[in-house]
Nanobody, 124 residues
Framework: QVQLVESGGGLVQAGGSLRLSCAAS????????MGWFRQAPGKEREFVAA????????YYAVSVKGRFTISRDNAKNTVYLQMNSLKPEDTAVYYC?????????????????WGQGTQVTVSS
């Protein structure tokens, strides 16, 4: 069982930056693929970024590639999402998730544990 708690959301102007954190409980954090998803009002939850167990492999949605960076610190049981050059269309609730898959997962149902989400609002 893994419990995930996101933090770092908030209100930022377009072009600004935020760093989200996701703290995980449990001693097996390093064995999970970790991902970030987001859900805007009236839209389905969508994949944002994912990182492998070791942090050596990452994958991004086209809409955020080059602006967002996912990273993890297995010693701290934490995964991060650095978001730069934010746009109003990045406004959403951002969720952290953990997957037992052996490879990077990009689909909702490939993830086994979810956090409660943190709101990110980008004003124009």
């Amino acid at each position: 069982q893994v419990q995930l708690v996101e933090s770092g959301g908030g209100l930022v102007q377009a072009g600004g930056s935020l760093r989200l954190s996701c703290a995980a409980s449990g001693r097996t954090f390093s064995s999970y693929v970790m991902g970030w998803f987001r859900q805007a009002p009236g839209k389905e939850r969508e994949f944002v970024a994912a990182i492998s167990w070791s942090g050596g492999n990452t994958y991004y949605a086209v809409s955020v590639k080059g602006r967002f960076t996912i990273s993890r610190d297995n010693a701290k049981n934490t995964v991060y999402l650095q978001m730069n050059s934010l746009k109003p269309e990045d406004t959403a609730v951002y969720y952290c998730a953990a997957s037992k898959k052996y490879v990077i997962a990009t689909i909702n149902n490939e993830y086994d544990y979810w956090g409660q989400g943190t709101q990110v609002t980008v004003s124009s």
